[in-house]
Antibody, heavy 116, light 110 residues
Framework: EVQLLESGGGLVHPGGSLRLSCAAS????????MSWVRQAPGEGLEWVSD????????YYADSVKGRFTISRDNSKNTLYLQMNSLRAEDSAVYYC?????????WGQGTLVTVSS | QSALTQPASVSGSPGQSITISCTGT?????????VSWYQQHSGKAPKLMIY???NRPSGVPDRFSGSKSGNTASLIISGLQAEDEADYYC??????????FGGGTKLTVL
């Protein structure tokens, strides 16, 4: 059974940093691209970033480019999102999802709140 | 990376059919057959319902179908059931190496 479990969310001050993790199981992690998608409270889904299976290719939304870094450790079956220079508008539930052009499995999400 | 355009809400009675549209441009919906549809119940993670315009993942009822014409994709739900009440989001691969989502449509089953 495919499982994705996010962690690392929490309350952070504007300008601060957080690193989200997504532990994957139930499939060969290195064979799949992975994505981060976020959803602000009461809002729609927003693609944030994705990475190919080897980790060699990464893509970012303009809204996070230069501040967020996606990475993966295939030996640990874990996806990461390093978030720096956080802003209030980054407050959202962050989901990791398997796949890039199509996301067929999603985690339950981790809440990030950026507030002073 | 502008969002795809979806109606804010649609409604239908049990047993009826509804269609949710998703309009983009030739750089996303019109240019690629990578349109997906996701269902999201309140407080839950999104669930893939349709991928590559018209394909259903295993376990998704055949009441759900998808199509595309030009820059507009559509999700059709036939034989509406109470459990279909949820938010629905379309997404598409985009030519700038990104993924773009629609703003979401709230489906109400009357």
């Amino acid at each position: 059974e495919v499982q994705l479990l996010e962690s690392g969310g929490g309350l952070v001050h504007p300008g601060g940093s957080l690193r989200l993790s997504c532990a994957a199981s139930g499939f060969t992690f290195s064979n799949f691209a992975m994505s981060w998608v976020r959803q602000a409270p009461g809002e729609g889904l927003e693609w944030v970033s994705d990475i190919n299976g080897s980790g060699g290719n990464t893509y970012y939304a303009d809204s996070v480019k230069g501040r967020f870094t996606i990475s993966r450790d295939n030996s640990k079956n874990t996806l990461y999102l390093q978030m720096n220079s956080l802003r209030a508008e980054d407050s959202a539930v962050y989901y990791c999802a398997r796949g890039r052009k199509v996301s067929d499995y999603w985690g339950q999400g981790t809440l990030v709140t950026v507030s002073s | 990376q502008s969002a795809l355009t979806q109606p804010a809400s649609v409604s239908g009675s049990p047993g009826q059919s509804i269609t949710i549209s998703c309009t983009g441009t030739s750089s996303d919906v019109g240019g690629y057959n990578y349109v997906s549809w996701y269902q999201q119940h309140s407080g839950k993670a999104p669930k893939l319902m349709i991928y590559e315009v018209s394909n259903r993942p295993s376990g998704v009822p055949d009441r759900f179908s998808g199509s595309k014409s030009g820059n507009t994709a559509s999700l059709i739900i036939s034989g509406l059931q109470a459990e279909d009440e949820a938010d629905y989001y379309c997404s598409s691969y985009s030519s700038i190496n990104s993924v773009v989502f629609g703003g979401g449509t709230k489906l109400t089953v009357l």
